[in-house]
C-alpha cells in the first residue's frame, strides 16, 4: 500500500464548494410531493392570531417555505431546535427541502425564530398537521390504514421533581423575589424590617434532603422542621402582599408579576397540603405538582427504565409505514380504555368508514 502526504502541511482555507443532490434523494422526492400550498392554509390562522399585537402583516416578513420546512425535519429527525439550525446551515439537501432555490431571499432560520415559529401553532394544528401528513402519505402509497397499533405515550413537562421539599423551597425563592422587588420600588415598604432568610430554609431542605436513609424515624422530623421554616420566613412578608396598590402591581415587570401570581394561586395550598401529608401519610390528590405547568399528571407504567413520569399524556396510532394518527387530547391523562374510541373516530375522520385492524401494545 502506498502513501500520500498531500494537505498534512497546509491549513484548512475557506472556498467554495459545489454539491449534487441526487434528484432520488429522499428529502427531494418528499418535498416534490409534498402539498406545500395546504399546509400554510392551515398553520396561517393560528400564525395570524397569536402576535403580540395582532397585526401579523407588519415588521419582517415570515419565509414560510422555510419554516414549513424546519418544521418538518425537525419531526422526521427529531431535532432540537439547535440541531434543525446547524443542519439547515451545513447540509445542502435540508436547504433544497427548507426551499432554497425557490423562495426570494432565501436565508437559514435561527434557531429562535424556528422555535418562535413551532410555539405559535397550537396543539390541535400540529396535531391536524400529523394526521394531514398520514393521510398524504396513504394517498402517495407510502403508508398503509389497514391496520393501526395504538400506544399512550408521555409528554414529560420542563420541571423539577416536585416533591413536597422542593416545591417549599421554590416557593420560599418566589416570594423573597417579589419581597426584593417591592421594598427596591415600592417606595412605601422600602424601610420595612421584614425579610426572607432564604438560607435559613435551604439549610432545613439540606438536611432533609442528605438525610441518613436508614433511620427512617428522622425523615418524618426533618420535613415538619423544613415546613416551619419555610412557612414562617413566608409569613413574615406575605401579609404584605394584600395591601399593594393596582398601580404598583400594574408596573411590576413581567417575571416579578408571574412570581407574585404564582404566590398568590398555590402558596397557602401548598403548605396545607404538605401539612396533610405530614399529618395523614397520604398525599392529596389535587396538589400541585408545578407552579408554572398546570396540565401536569404523574404517571407510573411500571417499566423500571422510566419510573414516575411528570407531565401528560397523548394516545398514537401507528400504520403501516411507520406514520402516525393522534387523537384528540381532551384529558390530560388520556386513559387508554376511554381512548379507543378517540382513536377510531379520528381514523375513520382521516380515512373515511373503512375496516382497520387495532392493536394496543405496551
Given at each position: 500500500m502506498s502513501l500520500c502526504f498531500s494537505g498534512?502541511?497546509?491549513?484548512?482555507?475557506?472556498?467554495?464548494?459545489?454539491?449534487?443532490?441526487?434528484?432520488?434523494?429522499?428529502?427531494?422526492?418528499?418535498?416534490?410531493?409534498?402539498?406545500?400550498?395546504?399546509?400554510?392554509?392551515?398553520?396561517?390562522?393560528?400564525?395570524?392570531?397569536?402576535?403580540?399585537?395582532?397585526?401579523?402583516?407588519?415588521?419582517?416578513?415570515?419565509?414560510?417555505?422555510?419554516?414549513?420546512?424546519?418544521?418538518?425535519?425537525?419531526?422526521?429527525?427529531?431535532?432540537?431546535?439547535?440541531?434543525?439550525?446547524?443542519?439547515?446551515?451545513?447540509?445542502?439537501?435540508?436547504?433544497?427541502?427548507?426551499?432554497?432555490?425557490?423562495?426570494?431571499?432565501?436565508?437559514?432560520?435561527?434557531?429562535?425564530?424556528?422555535?418562535?415559529?413551532?410555539?405559535r401553532l397550537s396543539p390541535e394544528t400540529q396535531r391536524h398537521v400529523t394526521n394531514q401528513v398520514a393521510g398524504w402519505a396513504t394517498t402517495l402509497g407510502f403508508a398503509d390504514p389497514s391496520k393501526m397499533d395504538v400506544d399512550s405515550t408521555i409528554q414529560e413537562a420542563n420541571i423539577a421533581y416536585p416533591s413536597e421539599a422542593q416545591l417549599m423551597v421554590k416557593m420560599t425563592l418566589l416570594v423573597n423575589k417579589v419581597w426584593t422587588y417591592m421594598k427596591k420600588h415600592v417606595a412605601f415598604f422600602a424601610d420595612f424590617i421584614p425579610t426572607v432568610d432564604v438560607k435559613a430554609v435551604k439549610a432545613k431542605a439540606k438536611a432533609y434532603w442528605f438525610r441518613d436513609r436508614q433511620h427512617t424515624n428522622a425523615t418524618p422530623s426533618l420535613l415538619q422542621e423544613l415546613w416551619h421554616a419555610s412557612f414562617t420566613q413566608i409569613s413574615h412578608v406575605r401579609q404584605y402582599f394584600q395591601v399593594l396598590l393596582d398601580d404598583d402591581m400594574d408596573r411590576m415587570p413581567w417575571n416579578i408579576r408571574r412570581a407574585f401570581d404564582q404566590v398568590n394561586a398555590y402558596c397557602s395550598d401548598l403548605f396545607l397540603h404538605?401539612?396533610?401529608?405530614?399529618?395523614?401519610?397520604?398525599?392529596?390528590?389535587?396538589?400541585?405538582?408545578?407552579?408554572?405547568?398546570?396540565?401536569?399528571?404523574?404517571?407510573?407504567?411500571?417499566?423500571?427504565?422510566?419510573?414516575?413520569?411528570?407531565?401528560?399524556?397523548?394516545?398514537?396510532?401507528?400504520?403501516?409505514?411507520?406514520?402516525?394518527?393522534?387523537?384528540?387530547?381532551?384529558?390530560?391523562?388520556?386513559?387508554?380504555?376511554?381512548s379507543v374510541r378517540l382513536m377510531l373516530h379520528t381514523h375513520q375522520k382521516v380515512y373515511g368508514p373503512r375496516r382497520v385492524g387495532l392493536m394496543r401494545y405496551g
Open positions: 498534512l502541511d497546509i491549513p484548512c482555507c475557506v472556498q467554495p464548494v459545489t454539491i449534487d443532490i441526487s434528484p432520488t434523494h429522499p428529502l427531494i422526492q418528499l418535498a416534490q410531493v409534498i402539498p406545500w400550498q395546504a399546509l400554510t392554509t392551515m398553520v396561517l390562522p393560528d400564525l395570524q392570531r397569536t402576535t403580540a399585537k395582532g397585526k401579523w402583516w407588519l415588521g419582517r416578513k415570515l419565509l414560510l417555505r422555510i419554516h414549513l420546512g424546519a418544521f418538518l425535519l425537525q419531526w422526521l429527525y427529531n431535532l432540537t431546535d439547535r440541531q434543525v439550525d446547524w443542519a439547515i446551515k451545513d447540509h445542502a439537501a435540508y436547504q433544497l427541502f427548507c426551499g432554497r432555490g425557490v423562495v426570494d431571499n432565501w436565508r437559514p432560520p435561527d434557531h429562535t425564530k424556528i422555535e418562535e415559529f413551532r410555539s404538605v401539612a396533610s401529608f405530614l399529618c395523614r401519610g397520604v398525599m392529596v390528590p389535587e396538589k400541585a405538582l408545578s407552579f408554572h405547568a398546570q396540565a401536569v399528571r404523574c404517571f407510573n407504567k411500571g417499566k423500571l427504565a422510566k419510573g414516575l413520569q411528570f407531565g401528560r399524556a397523548f394516545q398514537l396510532g401507528r400504520i403501516g409505514g411507520n406514520f402516525l394518527l393522534v387523537a384528540p387530547c381532551p384529558s390530560v391523562r388520556m386513559e387508554d380504555k376511554a
